[in-house]
C-alpha cells in the first residue's frame, strides 16, 4: 500500500497547514546538506526580460519573442484566447510571497484580459476581469460568461464582451474538494466531445438548455491538461512528463455495478531532462538520485506542469502534434513525440538527448504551454523565484532560495512568450467573436486546431439549428478534421442522427469511424435501432472495435447483443473492447447473460458482470460499528480526506489513481498484516509493489507520517481504522498502543521508505 505523496512544485492552492517549528519538509535521517560546490552555482540575479531572452538555449531553426511582460502581466498561471484572440490570464498573486508562504491566504489573484490592439504582436492593453481571488487557476470562456474557480468552488460569471454582468452562479460546491495545497482541481478545457475536463480531477462539465450538468470521468492528471485533433486527453504530474489516453473519454468509464479497472492511459517516453544550468535548488537535490552527483543538473523531472499538443504548423510541418512540458525545476521545456501504438500511445524525446528549450536563469518557471491563434507556442512564465510550495520546502531548500535571493520580489513579475520556426510569421489574429454560426462553420477545416476548437464551441454554443446543412455537407465532402469537428457539432447541437453515424462507418477512415460511434452513444433508441444493421456490419479495426463493443451494447436489443457476441469474439482479446462492453452493459447485464448463453467466455468479463447481478439483486448492509471503532473510523476519514491529503493519491473510493497510488479497498496490504501496515504508514514505501496480485510502479515513494510533528500515533491509528473499514473492507480496529510500540520498534528505519522487499 501506498499513501504516495507528490512533491509537486505546481499544483498551486492556498495553505491550509499552519507555520511550524522546523521546516516542514524535512525528514529525519535525511542529510540536508549540498553536494554541490558552491563555486559552480551561478547567481540568479532578477533579470529584464531583454536580457532573460539572452538566457534561452533553443533547438535549431526555432525563435523566442516576447509577447508580454511586468508590469502588464503579474505571475500568470493558465490562459485562454477568446473567439478574438484576447488573451485572459489568471494570475496566481499570493503564491508563496516569501519562502514562508506568509499571506498566501490573502484573496490577491486575478482574472485579467491582456489585448494587442494594434496587432504588432506585442500586449498593449490590460483590463481586470474579476479580482481579488484565492489562488484562481482554473478558466474556461465561454461566449457569455467564465467558469472560474476558487480553492473549492466552481462558478460561472457572465459577461458583455469584457465586462462582467449579474450574479455569480454555483456550478459545483465541490470542484476543489479535499486534499492539501497540492491536491486541488485545475484548468478546465473543451475536449472534441463538447464536455469540459480538469487535470486533478474526476469531474467533468458541460452546460445544457436545462443548466450545468456534472459527470464523473477517470481521475488525470496533476497540473494543465490538452488533447489532441482525435479527442484524446493528455496531462502529467510532477515526476510524470506525459500521460496520454488510447481511448475518447467515458468511453470505457461509467458501469459502476462492478470494480473493473479500465487500463486507458499509460507513460510516454520516459522522465529524463536535460537542463543548460546547474540545478541544486530542487526540493531533493541534496539525493544523488535527483541531482547528478557529476553534472549537478536535474536528472528526471521533478516540477512538470501545464502543456500543450501543439496542432499547428507554426513550429514546421514535423512538430505538428508534439507534445510541448513545462518543467519549472529544470528551467525548461520539453518537447515529446508519439503516435499510435498497440492500445496505447508510445513516444520519444524529439530532439534526444537536448531540450527544444532551455534556460540559464533560474527564474525562469515556465508553468504553463499553448497552441496559440497566430500558429505559435505560448509559454507562460511565471518568472518567481520560489516554485516549491512551503508544505515541502524543505531545510535544504530553504537555505538554496535565501543564499541566492530567490524569495524577493514576492509578486509583481511574469512573462508570456511566443515560440515559431525563423521560417515562418505570425497568422492572422482572429475575429470569430462576431461571425454568424453557418460562418463559423468554414474555419471547421483551418490548419490550426485553435481555430477548429473556437469554432465548434462558437457553434454549439449558440445552438442555431441553421447550421445543419452547412455541417452536413462537411461531413461527406470536406477534410478528415473537419469531418470530425462537424460531426461533433452536429452532436452539440442534438442534430446527430443514424445516418450521419452510417456514413462515417463507410468512409475508411478509422478515426472518423471511431469518432462517429462514440458520438453515436447520444442517439435516442429509434436512431440507435435505425443504425443498427450498418453497425452489425461493420469490420472495426483495433481502435473502433472499442467503440462499436460500447454502441452495441448501449443499444440493448437482443439483436445488438448477438452482434456484441461477434464483435467479441472476433476482438474481445483486446482489454479495451471487453472494457468498453461492460461499461455499456450497465443495469443490462443479465440481458446479455442470456443472450450470450455461454457462446464468448472471457474470465475477466464474467467476473464483472456476476459481480453486477449479486450487486443488483442483493443490498449489502452499511457496517454496523459503534462505540470507539466509530469514532476512529470518522476521525480517520477526516484525516484521509482533509489534512492528511490521502485522498490525493488513492481517490475518494479507495480505488487508487492512475500514475500516483494503487487501490486500497480489496487491498491486501490493507486487510493484512497490520505490523506491516504500520511500518508503511509510519515509514513510508517506495515502489514497486504488488497489490492484490497486480504490479503498481509509482513514479516517487510514498512519505512516512513518524516524522511529522502534526500527525499523532492516534492520528495514524484512526487512518488505518478508516481504511480497514471502509469500502469495501471489513477489517478490524487498530489501536494507538499497537502504533506507539511499532514506533519504537521501528525507531531506526528513521523515516526512510521501505523497499516491498523489506517489508515481505
Not at 521546516?23 to 553536494?35: I, T, V
Not at 498573486?93 to 498566501?104: A, I, L, N, Q
Not at 472534441?192 to 480531477?201: F, V
Not at 459481480?611 to 439483486?617: I, V, W
Request: hydrophobic content about 35%; glycine content about 10%.
Amino acid at each position: 500500500m501506498s499513501l504516495l505523496r507528490q512533491f509537486s512544485f505546481l499544483a498551486l492552492p492556498i495553505a491550509l497547514i499552519s507555520p511550524l517549528a522546523g521546516q516542514q519538509g524535512d525528514r529525519k535521517g535525511h542529510n540536508m546538506a549540498s553536494f554541490v560546490p558552491e563555486d559552480v552555482i551561478p547567481p540568479a540575479p532578477f533579470l529584464k526580460v531583454e536580457d532573460a531572452l539572452k538566457s534561452f538555449q533553443l533547438a535549431p531553426g526555432f525563435v523566442i519573442e516576447e509577447v508580454v511582460s511586468e508590469p502588464l502581466v503579474d505571475m500568470p498561471c493558465m490562459l485562454k484566447f477568446d473567439g478574438n484572440g484576447q488573451m485572459w490570464i489568471c494570475e496566481l498573486v499570493g503564491y508563496m510571497p516569501d519562502v514562508d508562504g506568509k499571506g498566501e491566504n490573502i484573496a490577491q489573484g486575478r482574472i485579467v484580459i491582456l489585448t494587442d490592439s494594434d496587432d504588432d504582436g506585442r500586449v498593449d492593453k490590460r483590463s481586470i476581469f474579476l479580482e481579488k481571488l484565492l489562488l484562481p487557476r482554473s478558466l474556461y470562456l465561454l461566449d457569455d460568461g467564465i467558469l472560474w474557480a476558487n480553492q473549492e468552488s466552481l462558478f460561472f460569471q457572465g459577461r458583455d464582451g469584457n465586462k462582467p454582468v449579474g450574479k455569480r452562479v454555483l456550478v459545483d460546491k465541490d470542484y476543489a474538494r479535499g486534499g492539501n495545497v497540492e491536491h486541488k482541481a485545475n484548468s478546465l478545457v473543451l475536449g472534441l466531445d463538447n464536455w469540459i475536463y480538469n487535470a486533478k480531477s474526476d469531474r467533468r462539465y458541460k452546460r445544457t438548455k436545462k443548466g450545468w450538468v456534472m459527470e464523473k470521468t477517470h481521475f488525470r492528471g496533476q497540473w494543465g491538461i490538452d488533447r489532441d485533433d482525435y479527442g484524446r486527453l493528455f496531462h502529467n504530474s510532477n515526476s510524470t512528463l506525459l500521460v496520454g489516453d488510447y481511448t475518447f473519454p467515458n468511453a470505457v468509464y461509467g458501469n459502476t455495478n462492478s470494480k473493473m479497472k479500465a487500463g486507458i492511459a499509460a507513460r510516454i517516453s520516459d522522465n529524463r531532462v536535460w537542463p543548460i544550468r546547474v540545478t541544486p535548488g530542487v526540493n531533493r537535490g541534496y539525493q544523488r538520485n535527483t541531482v547528478s552527483p557529476e553534472n549537478y543538473k536535474l536528472i528526471n523531472a521533478t516540477g512538470a506542469s501545464g502543456l500543450a499538443v501543439f496542432r499547428s504548423h507554426g513550429l514546421g510541418k514535423n512538430l505538428y502534434g508534439t507534445a510541448f512540458i513545462t518543467e519549472a525545476t529544470g528551467h525548461l521545456i520539453k518537447a515529446i513525440s508519439y503516435e499510435d501504438g498497440e492500445g496505447k500511445l508510445v513516444g520519444k524525446h524529439t530532439f534526444g538527448e537536448k531540450e527544444f528549450l532551455a534556460s540559464t536563469d533560474e527564474r525562469f518557471r515556465p508553468v504553463n504551454a499553448y497552441t496559440a491563434p497566430d500558429n505559435s507556442l505560448y509559454i507562460l512564465d511565471m518568472y518567481h523565484g520560489i516554485i516549491q510550495h512551503r508544505t515541502y520546502v524543505t531545510s535544504y531548500l530553504r537555505k538554496q532560495i535565501l543564499s541566492r535571493g530567490l524569495d524577493k520580489p514576492g509578486s509583481g513579475h511574469g512573462r508570456i512568450y511566443r515560440l515559431r520556426h525563423k521560417d515562418q510569421g505570425r497568422g492572422p489574429a482572429p475575429s470569430l467573436q462576431e461571425l454568424s454560426a453557418t460562418d463559423l462553420t468554414r474555419h471547421l477545416s483551418h490548419p490550426n486546431g485553435w481555430w477548429r476548437d473556437t469554432a465548434q464551441r462558437l457553434i454549439v454554443e449558440r445552438g442555431n439549428e441553421s447550421t445543419r446543412g452547412a455541417l452536413e455537407d462537411i461531413l461527406q465532402n470536406d477534410k478528415p478534421l473537419a469531418r470530425l469537428h462537424a460531426l461533433w457539432c452536429l452532436e452539440g447541437l442534438g442534430l446527430l442522427n443514424a445516418g450521419h453515424v452510417t456514413r462515417a462507418l463507410t468512409s475508411g477512415d478509422e478515426k472518423f469511424s471511431s469518432s462517429a460511434l462514440m458520438a453515436g452513444l447520444s442517439l435516442g433508441e429509434r436512431d440507435k435501432n435505425a443504425l443498427l444493421p450498418a453497425l452489425a456490419a461493420f469490420k472495426a479495426g483495433r481502435e473502433s472495435s472499442i467503440y462499436k463493443a460500447r454502441l452495441l451494447a448501449e443499444t440493448g436489443t437482443s439483436q445488438a447483443f448477438d452482434a456484441l457476441v461477434a464483435e467479441l469474439k472476433i476482438n474481445g482479446g483486446n482489454p479495451l473492447v471487453r472494457e468498453a462492453a461492460f461499461t455499456g452493459l450497465k443495469d443490462r447485464e443479465a440481458v446479455f447473460l442470456g443472450v450470450n448463453n455461454g457462446r464468448y467466455n472471457d474470465g475477466n468479463l464474467d467476473k464483472w458482470l456476476q459481480e453486477a447481478l449479486h450487486r443488483n439483486t442483493r443490498k449489502i448492509k452499511p457496517p454496523t460499528i459503534k462505540g470507539e471503532h466509530l469514532a476512529s473510523f470518522q476521525r480517520g476519514e477526516k484525516l484521509y480526506m482533509g489534512r492528511v491529503a490521502c485522498i490525493g493519491c488513492h481517490g475518494a473510493e479507495g480505488t487508487g489513481l492512475p500514475n500516483l497510488g494503487p487501490p486500497l479497498d480489496e487491498s491486501d496490504w490493507v486487510n493484512g498484516d497490520t505490523k506491516r501496515l504500520a511500518k508503511t504508514l509510519l515509514h513510508g514505501l517506495q515502489g514497486p509493489i504488488t497489490v492484490s496480485g497486480q504490479r503498481y510502479t509509482p513514479p516517487a515513494a510514498m512519505p512516512g507520517l513518524s516524522m511529522n510533528p502534526t500527525i499523532s500515533d492516534r492520528d495514524i491509528a484512526d487512518i488505518l481504522t478508516f481504511i480497514r473499514h471502509a469500502w469495501s473492507n471489513r477489517s478490524g480496529k487498530v489501536e494507538e498502543a499497537f502504533i506507539k510500540e511499532s514506533r519504537e520498534t521501528t525507531r531506526k528505519q528513521g523515516g526512510v521508505p521501505y523497499t516491498e522487499k523489506e517489508l515481505n
